[in-house]
């Protein structure tokens, strides 16, 4: 449901007071959200980083003068220039750009894993606004329905055919009936709320939500589902992780050989007005510091990211387990309460309510079946937003829409 909409975002704004759709939501929060535009400069960050991990080594240019205030005659003054550059053995400088494109990817990642979650996010803060609008419409009916039938009980007390005790409960029950209507209006300012937040208003400038949360996608094999968790970001994040943890192995591996400076330059023997050409060369003897230390750390990292990968996708499984047979008992849930709860008290309560009217049943029991019909709406209205919730979860997890599940089998069987 969320996942799909995110695929092809135009650009659409949203106009004071107008209505609103989950598209139109999406659009404003993947362009505003400060937190998708954080990890975005991150990834920005790394062209920098790989930049420099490329660049050679700058040679330096050394300026030296002997015996220049000595007083002895034999002993020759001179003064020297000479540049030196360091020499990079090893491939030390493509292993650096190795770890340092690699971090660049798993900065990707990141960006991706934070992109759908924050779009999950979204859809689930709509789906609060499509919830409370529903259990507003409810809690104004309920008021609708008790102010009526306070008007059918204070008639029945005057012509004597109820006690007064009837006109003083059907007034509670209007009372009440407003005070959970008042409290679903405060809920959906709440949601309203919290969903502008979400784009950086802090105060709602639009009309309604516009969704249907009855609408249900066939729900594919958990096998199926199953094997797409290697796709998640957060999965991909992990294995990049142990990539670019595997690069820094080979570059500390790398940093074992010694480096080498080779000089060049002239010397000036002042006293004799003689110019030579000096050539040096120098290189670490590697008897103490082999790297041994950056190495084995490098080599516990590495186990370490491994360790992690495999934990996040156990993580992955359990979460996918548990939300995958959520929505299976969810689905069912919608099905019992469509098919027979909510029937069986709308049923129930047009009886009672025409019953009560003709002396056939007292106020309680036409109350009683009012609050059951009105309380099982309001079940039904929680289970299609839980519903939709759990559909966004496994969407989520899988990194696709379930319809393209269903699409690859269908398309896979005219194919046969």
Same mark, same amino acid.
């Given at each position: 449901m969320?996942y799909?909409d +995110?695929? /092809?975002?135009?650009?659409i704004?949203?106009e004071g007071?107008?209505?609103?759709?989950? %598209?139109?939501?999406?659009?404003?929060v993947?362009?505003?959200?400060?937190?998708?535009?954080a !990890?975005s400069?991150e990834?920005a960050?790394y062209?920098?980083t790989?930049l420099q991990?490329?660049?050679l080594?700058?040679?330096?240019?050394?300026?030296?003068?002997e015996?220049?205030?000595s007083?002895?005659?034999?002993i020759?003054?001179? $003064?020297?220039f000479?540049?030196?550059?360091?020499?990079?053995l090893?491939?030390?400088?493509?292993?650096r750009?190795?770890?340092? $494109?690699?971090?660049q990817?798993?900065?990707?990642q990141?960006?991706a894993?934070? &992109?759908?979650?924050?779009?999950?996010r979204t859809a689930?803060?709509?789906i609060?606004?499509l919830e409370?609008?529903?259990?507003?419409?409810?809690?104004d009916d309920t008021?609708r329905l $008790?102010?009526?039938a306070?008007?059918?009980?204070?008639?029945?007390v005057?012509t004597g055919?109820?006690?007064p005790m009837?006109?003083?409960r059907s007034?509670v029950?209007?009372?009440t =009936?407003?005070?959970e209507?008042?409290?679903a209006? &405060?809920?959906?300012?709440a949601a309203?709320?919290?969903?502008a937040?979400l784009?950086g208003? +802090?105060?709602?400038?639009f009309?309604?939500?516009l969704?249907n949360l009855?609408s249900f996608?066939?729900?594919?094999d958990?096998?199926?589902? *199953?094997k797409?968790?290697?796709?998640n970001?957060?999965?991909?994040?992990s294995?990049?992780?142990?990539a670019?943890?595997e =690069?820094?192995?080979?570059?500390e591996?790398?940093?074992?050989?010694?480096d080498?400076?080779i000089?060049?330059?002239l010397r000036?023997?002042?006293?004799?007005d003689? $110019?030579?050409a *000096?050539l040096d060369?120098?290189?670490p003897i590697?008897? !103490?510091?082999?790297?041994?230390?950056n190495e084995?750390?490098a %080599?516990?990292r590495?186990?370490?990211a491994i #360790?992690? &990968?495999?934990?996040?996708?156990?993580?992955?499984?359990t979460?996918?387990?548990?939300?995958?047979e959520?929505?299976?008992?969810a689905?069912n849930?919608?099905?019992?309460?469509?098919?027979?709860v909510?029937?069986?008290a709308? #049923?129930?309560?047009?009886i009672?309510?025409?019953?009560?009217?003709?002396?056939? !049943? /007292?106020?309680l029991e036409?109350l009683?079946?009012?609050?059951?019909?009105?309380?099982?709406?309001i !079940?039904?209205?929680r289970?299609l937003?839980?519903?939709?919730?759990?559909?966004?979860a496994?969407?989520q997890?899988? =990194?696709?829409?379930?319809d393209?599940?269903?699409?690859?089998?269908?398309g896979?069987e005219?194919?046969?």
């Amino acid at each position: 449901m969320a996942y799909a909409d +995110t695929r /092809s975002v135009i650009n659409i704004s949203i106009e004071g007071g107008g209505d609103l759709t989950l %598209h139109q939501v999406l659009q404003q929060v993947l362009q505003n959200n400060p937190e998708l535009s954080a !990890f975005s400069k991150e990834v920005a960050a790394y062209e920098g980083t790989k930049l420099q991990a490329g660049l050679l080594k700058n040679p330096e240019f050394i300026i030296g003068a002997e015996s220049f205030d000595s007083s002895n005659p034999n002993i020759e003054r001179s $003064t020297s220039f000479r540049i030196s550059q360091l020499i990079e053995l090893g491939e030390k400088r493509p292993a650096r750009v190795n770890v340092a $494109t690699l971090g660049q990817e798993l900065a990707d990642q990141a960006y991706a894993a934070k &992109r759908l979650e924050i779009v999950a996010r979204t859809a689930n803060t709509f789906i609060d606004v499509l919830e409370s609008q529903e259990q507003v419409r409810v809690a104004d009916d309920t008021v609708r329905l $008790t102010q009526a039938a306070m008007g059918a009980a204070a008639k029945r007390v005057e012509t004597g055919k109820a006690p007064p005790m009837e006109a003083i409960r059907s007034k509670v029950a209007f009372s009440t =009936a407003g005070i959970e209507l008042e409290q679903a209006k &405060r809920g959906l300012a709440a949601a309203r709320a919290k969903l502008a937040l979400l784009w950086g208003e +802090t105060k709602p400038q639009f009309g309604q939500a516009l969704g249907n949360l009855e609408s249900f996608v066939e729900i594919p094999d958990f096998d199926q589902l *199953v094997k797409r968790l290697e796709e998640n970001p957060v999965m991909l994040q992990s294995s990049k992780h142990v990539a670019q943890r595997e =690069a820094m192995v080979e570059l500390e591996r790398a940093r074992r050989i010694p480096d080498v400076t080779i000089g060049v330059g002239l010397r000036r023997y002042l006293g004799i007005d003689v $110019t030579a050409a *000096v050539l040096d060369m120098s290189i670490p003897i590697p008897i !103490f510091d082999r790297n041994q230390g950056n190495e084995l750390e490098a %080599h516990r990292r590495l186990n370490k990211a491994i #360790d992690e &990968r495999m934990a996040v996708g156990l993580q992955l499984r359990t979460e996918f387990a548990r939300n995958y047979e959520s929505l299976l008992a969810a689905r069912n849930e919608i099905r019992v309460l469509h098919d027979e709860v909510l029937p069986g008290a709308q #049923d129930a309560f047009v009886i009672t309510n025409r019953g009560y009217q003709l002396g056939k !049943f /007292s106020f309680l029991e036409m109350l009683d079946a009012q609050r059951a019909f009105f309380q099982n709406r309001i !079940f039904y209205v929680r289970a299609l937003a839980n519903y939709q919730r759990l559909i966004n979860a496994i969407e989520q997890l899988v =990194a696709a829409p379930l319809d393209d599940f269903i699409n690859d089998v269908k398309g896979k069987e005219r194919n046969q």
